[in-house]
Nanobody
Framework: QVQLVESGGGLVQAGGSLRLSCAASERTFSSYFMGWFRQALGKEREFVAAISASGSSTSYADSVKGRFTISRDNAKNTVYLQMNRLKPEDTAVYSC??????????????????WGQGTQVTVSS
């Protein structure tokens, strides 16, 4: 059982930055593909970004490409989401997710077996 704990959310003005962290309990963290998803109030969960187990491959939603960067530190069992030039429409609960069942980056949430509790990101205009 992999436990994931997100941190780093908060309130920020439009144009600002935040860095989210997701710490994993699993000592074989380096074998897991990791993803970030978000869910705004009244909307469905959507893919934000994902990274391969080694960190060599990444994928981003079009809405965040060029503004967000996903990275990981396997020595620290942590994945990060650096969010720059934030917009009010980025406001959502951000959750990290993990899967060891794939060999390529998958954007669909059903591929991910483990989820964190989420952290709120609010961007004011």
């Amino acid at each position: 059982q992999v436990q994931l704990v997100e941190s780093g959310g908060g309130l920020v003005q439009a144009g600002g930055s935040l860095r989210l962290s997701c710490a994993a309990s699993e000592r074989t963290f380096s074998s897991y593909f990791m993803g970030w998803f978000r869910q705004a109030l009244g909307k469905e969960r959507e893919f934000v970004a994902a990274i391969s187990a080694s960190g060599s491959s990444t994928s981003y939603a079009d809405s965040v490409k060029g503004r967000f960067t996903i990275s990981r530190d396997n020595a620290k069992n942590t994945v990060y989401l650096q969010m720059n030039r934030l917009k009010p429409e980025d406001t959502a609960v951000y959750s990290c997710a993990a899967t060891s069942r794939v060999r390529t980056i998958i954007r669909g949430p059903d591929a991910y077996a483990y989820w964190g509790q989420g952290t709120q990101v609010t961007v004011s205009s």
